[in-house]
């Protein structure tokens, strides 16, 4: 059997979401920029699906603007707001994705602005009252980029606090969304963010596109200039097909998404009840509540079963993906394990689910992981 759980990663296209993309790939190929019968075809798709988007997190079309992904946009977040405003400080954690925390190096090692780090307890939760002292004392506007849910450990921001404190500042807020975006309920227009972030991968979606939502009260400059598209926000000609196929593997989700939650929250438990159940020493990393349900991440004590867990996980037909550098092969561990505190001598590994895999699959890691590690029979019994 094989078993893939690396959604966290990206997640397999749905079937439904390739057949909405095939005519554009086949006759639709007109150039959404061109005035012709052709043109005007792509062009009516590309707003369907803003539309279709912009419905799913209640904003208004104008407000999502087309990207190559979750990467691109969040650097057009952080540099573009930064250039926009004279943003001279920059609040964020040491827990963001690589893309934000290597733009925010970047920006400060240019001296365009000043980053601070919010600390994060052994969890993953940033403290408010932390932010809140250096929003005071700050000169304002600060962007602050904190993302909505962990992508190695799961936590979950609380962005409806977090937006309040940076809204009553007068500050920026812009929060990395992409592995929550068809997952969890968002309603922009109820929170307090100004500029928030999807990838289409992540949500069976294709890869290679993703959107920006930027409040329509804020303006930013582009990130890449040369042409007139995506109302001179975002030069190139747009992936058609890709958005297409990203609106409909968003309305989808967002359709089927209390099913989801469930289904899905149901996996990981019975794996975490496996675990807890079969091991003396594993660990579940992140917050136990508010955690996000597609995401687990375990760790085992550093050990001759262990070191190579990752590697024997594949060979045994598992995907999955690991936040240490014990069993990636990585020069360095994973940044967010060590924020947290978790220890160097353990292995970290992160199963992430979807509603396409089966409790069987479950069954089946929690029996291979039982025949990778084996332990003490007085453990056992």
Not at 12 to 17: D, G, K, R, S
């Amino acid at each position: 059997m094989r078993v893939y759980l690396d959604n966290a990663a990206t997640t397999p296209l749905l079937p439904e979401v390739l057949e909405a993309m095939l005519p554009y790939l086949k006759t639709h190929f007109g150039n959404p920029s061109a005035i012709h019968a052709h043109g005007r075809e792509s062009r009516a798709a590309i707003e369907k699906a803003r539309k279709t988007i912009a419905q799913c997190l209640n904003c208004l079309p104008g407000e999502i603007f087309f990207t190559s992904g979750g990467t691109e946009a969040n650097n057009m977040a952080l540099r573009c707001t930064v250039r926009s405003f004279n943003i001279r400080h920059l609040i964020t954690t040491p827990i963001e994705h690589h893309c934000v925390q290597q733009t925010a190096l970047e920006l400060q090692q240019e001296g365009k602005i000043q980053v601070h780090l919010l600390a994060v307890d052994q969890y993953g939760r940033i403290n408010l009252r932390q932010l809140e002292v250096l929003l005071q004392k700050l000169p304002a506007p600060v962007l602050v980029s904190v993302m909505h849910a962990n992508n190695e450990i799961g936590t979950i921001a609380d962005l409806q606090a977090i937006g309040e404190l940076v809204f009553r500042y007068q500050g920026i807020f812009h929060s990395d969304s992409v592995q929550t975006v068809g997952h969890l309920p968002l309603d922009v227009r109820a929170l307090p963010v100004h500029l928030l972030v999807g990838s289409a991968h992540k949500f069976h979606g294709p890869k290679g596109v993703g959107f920006i939502y930027v409040r329509n009260d804020i303006r930013i400059s582009p990130l890449i200039v040369g042409g007139g598209q995506e109302r001179n926000m975002r030069a190139g000609t747009e992936n058609v097909a890709g958005i297409v196929g990203m609106a409909h593997a968003l309305e989808l989700c967002c359709s089927r998404m209390q099913e989801h939650m469930a289904y899905v929250s149901g996996l990981r438990q019975q794996l975490i009840r496996s675990l807890k159940a079969d091991f003396t020493d594993v660990r579940i990393n992140g917050d136990p509540e508010n955690v996000l349900h597609t995401i687990l991440n375990v760790s085992f004590p550093l050990n001759d079963q262990t070191a190579m867990l990752l590697f024997n996980l594949d060979l045994q037909g598992i995907s999955a993906s690991s936040g240490s550098a014990c069993s990636s092969g990585a020069e360095k561990g994973s940044h967010v394990l060590e924020a947290i505190g978790g220890h160097e001598q353990r292995v970290a590994i992160r199963f992430s689910f979807s509603a396409l895999n089966s409790f069987e699959e479950i069954d089946h890691v929690a029996s291979t992981l039982r025949r990778l590690i084996p332990q003490p029979a007085a453990a056992q019994g």
